[in-house]
């Protein structure tokens, strides 16, 4: 992905706490937190996905796609991909 | 939308099952069947509105983003909409 | 599904507009909207189904597990039930 | 959570793999991988964590609400927490 650097630090910096929230995930599992609570921590996880998954997509339309100086090779290879993976996202 | 006739009807014809699943789902709630199988049925119907989803999402990327002889202005547009809409579809 | 009088119109109520805004999809198809427009209208109809499982399933969170009366062979059931559905559904 | 050991152990183990894949997803990012191999990264998290949630979801209903010993008023809770976790989930 050959983003701006800002776009791409933005996307390490939700990376990051994804994995944050996976290992405070893993803390109340250990810890026996209440299944309630920890339901409600992955619910948030899921959130989080689906921010990034969004972001990720914007930007894939955005540069692979509408970008005026992509070759026709290129936005073709962009669709393809796109295509491709929201047959499996929307599932 | 212009579509192709094929795709058009290919459309309409998903559509029209959808429309006999929610009469078929109105059938099962008026005869009071299982919770079970009314669970079933929505679910059912669920996996057919992310399939018509795929599918025009897909038509959407190769004809009003992807397409060869789409203006600069009308890619823009596609990818707009395409991106206003997945921000909804993807939470 | 043993609902409440009260409870099974409600449900229809929502399968009746579900049933209306497949017939809404399929005039738009044939009229040739656009395809932002008919891509909103599926979202929509996404929502409607969400909002229909969600209702059905706390239904039966309170009538088929929760409930004080169940003996534990219809409580098992009703578990069984929920869990078999949620595989499908959680996807 | 009062999990047995075993369950306990095998949902830890599930959120380790996710950790592991938010750490791999991380990398990607920085070493500015394709869109393509991004979004699958992505979307192969989001199976993750929805695998989790569905093993989760299954042990509360078993132990908060289905299991023999409960008192009604622990089972009640069990009621309200499940359906309150799966209003934001279903969405």
């Known amino acids: ?7 791409k630090q933005k996307l390490i910096n939700r ?3 994804l994995r ?9 599992l250990e810890e ?3 299944c ?3 339901m409600h921590a992955i619910a948030g996880m899921r959130g989080a ?3 990034l998954m969004g972001e990720v997509i914007e ?7 509408a970008d005026a100086n992509l070759t026709q090779a290129e936005r073709d ?5 796109l295509i491709d993976v929201l047959r499996t996202y929307l599932k």
Chains 1, 2, 3, 4 share one sequence.
Not at 59 to 65: G, P, R
């Open 1 to 7: 992905m050959s983003h701006t650097v800002h776009e």
């Open 15 to 17: 990376v990051r706490r």
């Open 20 to 28: 944050g929230q996976a290992e405070g995930l893993e803390r109340m």
């Open 32 to 34: 026996e937190k209440g």
């Open 36 to 38: 309630g609570e920890v």
């Open 49 to 51: 996905i689906s921010g």
């Open 59 to 65: 930007d894939h339309i955005l540069m692979h796609l």
């Open 77 to 81: 290879e962009g669709a393809a991909e």
